[in-house]
């Protein structure tokens, strides 16, 4: 059996001889270049008509606000969404036009989505993910993002980082802003509401809860305005998104104007307070018309 051991035993290197490092192929350094060809594509449009369509029709029967804000809009562009769940990305590809979509990458998590070869083609090919850095903002995270871009396709960004830990938002990192003033492109602010109910961090198996979305306008930032000013301006627009598809849009703008417009993240309290501020899940809290705070 030493014929077996042989060929089974990968080839040693000589003494002296230096061993080169080998390429990295997996997380940040994943190459998703083939998941925006034509063939590629196509794939996805396909699994976007026969899965996340009728899959989020059925577990969160989503309720859409502001398409007509994007039917003028050319791409690219870059979608800024809050985040709750692994359910926001099929959402948000079933329901952006798809003069929009066609053509849309998804900045994933490098270490979630792309931990070794197999995991990261079948991510970049579904939803067309390209993989960043969620701690930092590195130079590879931002290299990928500005190629997607700069080859006229549009990307979706959550720049809170990562899905919510307790149901309440989290403060906007740059990186949707910093992408967005380097490839001179517009931002879509985007709120997404009641994707925790249908798959919540931590489950493995999908929920019915009903769910919706909120297109907001193109935002610019002037060339003077830093990166960390612009997150916050797409924050507080996200806000009050959530404000017009709790309250109406003429209430939303009431209370923008008069800066009364309740925060996504939440009261800064303790943790058991935290989620017992957010309310019972009953279908009425779910689609967002009672937000509840602790005196």
């Known amino acids: 059996m030493g014929w077996l051991r042989f060929i089974a035993t990968p080839p040693s290197t000589p003494k002296g001889v230096h061993k080169p490092t080998p390429e990295a192929t997996a997380g940040v350094h994943f190459d998703t270049r083939w ?18 369509k009728p899959a989020i029709r059925v577990y969160g029967a989503p309720r859409v606000i502001g398409l007509d804000r994007l039917l003028e809009v050319k791409a690219p562009v870059v979608f800024a969404a809050n985040h709750h769940s692994h359910a926001d990305t099929t959402l948000l590809l079933a329901t952006i036009p798809s003069h929009l979509r066609r053509n849309l990458a998804v900045a994933a998590g490098a270490d979630y989505f792309f931990p070794n070869r197999v995991a990261g083609a079948l991510s970049a090919l579904f939803i067309g993910a390209i993989p960043i850095e969620r701690r930092k903002l590195s130079k590879m995270s931002i290299g ?18 990562g899905r919510s830990p307790d149901g309440w938002g989290q403060e906007h990192r740059p990186g949707a802003a910093f992408v967005a003033k380097r490839t001179d492109v517009p931002v879509v602010p985007t709120y997404i509401d009641g994707t925790g109910g249908i ?11 009903r769910c919706a979305v909120v297109f907001g306008k193109p935002m610019t930032s002037p060339a003077d305005e830093d990166a960390r000013a612009f997150a916050k301006r797409i924050e507080e627009r996200v806000n009050e998104l959530a404000e017009e598809f709790s309250s109406g849009w003429w209430e939303a703008r009431r ?10 993240s939440g009261p800064e309290i303790g943790a058991w307070r935290r989620r017992w501020a957010l309310g019972p899940k009953s279908p009425r809290r779910q689609a967002g018309r009672d937000r509840t705070w602790p005196s």
Not at 199 to 209: D, I, M, V
Not at 255 to 264: D, F, T
């Open 199 to 209: 798959l919540a961090k931590g489950k493995s198996w999908p929920s019915r809860s």
């Open 144 to 161: 990928n993002a500005v190629e997607v871009i700069s080859r006229a396709n549009s990307l979706l960004i959550y720049p809170e980082g």
């Open 255 to 264: 209370k923008a104007h008069a800066g009364e417009v309740a925060q996504l």
């Open 35 to 52: 998941s925006r060809t034509r063939p590629a594509k196509i794939a996805r449009e396909i699994g976007v008509w026969a899965f996340m």
